[in-house]
C-alpha cells in the first residue's frame, strides 16, 4: 500500500467519523509529541540538570543550618518542576481525548435523529450517523488508553529521578 493509498484510507475514515476526529488526533499528537520530549529530556539533559544541581550543593560549605535546607529545598523543587515539564498538559490530552469521541459520540447522534426526522428512519441515511456516532468513540478510547501507557512509565520515571535527586542532596556534612 502506497503513500496515496494510505492517504484515500485516512480521508476516508476521517470522512466517515466526522470533524471530531481532526481534534482527537490534534489531542493525540499534541499528547504524543509531549511524551516523546519528557523521553529525551530524560535521556539526553537530565543528566546535566542533575549534575549541575549536585556542583551547587557540593560547593556549600555548610549544609546542616535552616538557611542551607531551605537551599536545598529549593533546589530540590527547582528540579522538580524541571523534571515534571509539560506532565500536566499531557495527562490532560488523555482525559481529554475520550470526552472529545463522547462529543463525536453526540454529533454522530444528532445526524441520526436529523436523518430519522428528514428521511423518516431510512435505514442508509441512519448509518452514516451511527459510524459518525461510533468512530470518534474508539478513536478517543485508543488514543486515551495508548496516552495512559505512556503516562504511566513517565509518572514511575519521575517519582524516581525526584527521589533520586533528594538522596543526592545530603545533609551530612
Known amino acids: 500500500?502506497?503513500?496515496y493509498e494510505i492517504y484515500i484510507a485516512?480521508?476516508?475514515f476521517f470522512a466517515q467519523g466526522g470533524d471530531?476526529?481532526?481534534l482527537i488526533a490534534l489531542a493525540t499528537f499534541l499528547m504524543w509529541s509531549l511524551l516523546f520530549e519528557r523521553m529525551w529530556y530524560f535521556r539526553s539533559e537530565h543528566k546535566h540538570v542533575v549534575r549541575e544541581i549536585t556542583e551547587i550543593w557540593?560547593?556549600?560549605a555548610e549544609r546542616k543550618s535552616w538557611s542551607a535546607?531551605?537551599?536545598r529545598n529549593a533546589l530540590v523543587s527547582q528540579t522538580r518542576e524541571r523534571i515534571n515539564g509539560s506532565f500536566t498538559v499531557i495527562l490532560t490530552c488523555v482525559a481529554l481525548c475520550p470526552l472529545l469521541g463522547l462529543l463525536g459520540t453526540v454529533?454522530?447522534?444528532i445526524a441520526v435523529f436529523d436523518a430519522m426526522a428528514t428521511q423518516g428512519g431510512n435505514a442508509r441515511s441512519m448509518a452514516a450517523g451511527v459510524s459518525?456516532?461510533?468512530i470518534p468513540t474508539m478513536?478517543?478510547?485508543i488514543a486515551s488508553l495508548s496516552g495512559i501507557f505512556g503516562t504511566t512509565l513517565l509518572r514511575r520515571k519521575i517519582l524516581y529521578e525526584t527521589e533520586l535527586i533528594q538522596d543526592h542532596l545530603t545533609m551530612d556534612h
Do not use: D, F, K, W
Open 10 to 12: 485516512l480521508s476516508a
Open 58 to 60: 557540593e560547593g556549600r
Open 20 to 22: 471530531v476526529l481532526y
Open 107 to 109: 454529533t454522530g447522534m
Open 1 to 3: 500500500m502506497g503513500p
Open 132 to 134: 459518525q456516532a461510533t
Open 69 to 71: 535546607h531551605a537551599i
Open 139 to 141: 478513536c478517543g478510547m
